[in-house]
């Protein structure tokens, strides 16, 4: 079972309804509304804690321990960022973003509730 430890949060209004998306990977689309993370290169801020409908405000949270839904096998330590859905995938490409590192205590695959360690950050590898 996923736990959380929510630390900072952050509200927004969100561009689009995400009434089904609590634990989904954001973003911030081009007029600064929060949407569903669309991509490991665009502008990830952090992981949606309500559900709210298009004007509602989003609240999402940045750092601290999250829940994040995967969409994919992901292995503990991790480094985690979204695929075109919002949801958590794997990553080891350079120049993702990636929204932490996965600290369960065993493999998560798709559709499962994982525990992120939250820190926004471009991934470089050298």
Request: net charge negative; glycine share 14%; proline share 1%.
């Amino acid at each position: 079972m996923a736990t959380e430890h929510i630390g900072q949060t952050f509200s927004r209004e969100a561009g689009e309804a995400m009434t089904d998306k609590q634990h989904y990977i954001v973003q911030l689309d081009a007029t600064g509304k929060v949407e569903v993370a669309e991509g490991a290169t665009d502008l990830v801020v952090g992981v949606l804690q309500n559900t709210p409908a298009a004007g509602e405000q989003a609240v999402f949270a940045t750092t601290g321990v999250a829940k994040v839904k995967a969409g994919g096998v992901i292995n503990i330590g991790d480094w985690v960022t979204t695929d075109g859905n919002g949801k958590a995938v794997a990553t080891t490409t350079d120049g993702n973003i990636v929204i932490g590192r996965f600290i369960g205590t065993a493999a998560a695959a798709d559709g499962d509730l994982v525990q992120v360690q939250l820190g926004i950050q471009h991934l470089y590898i050298a």
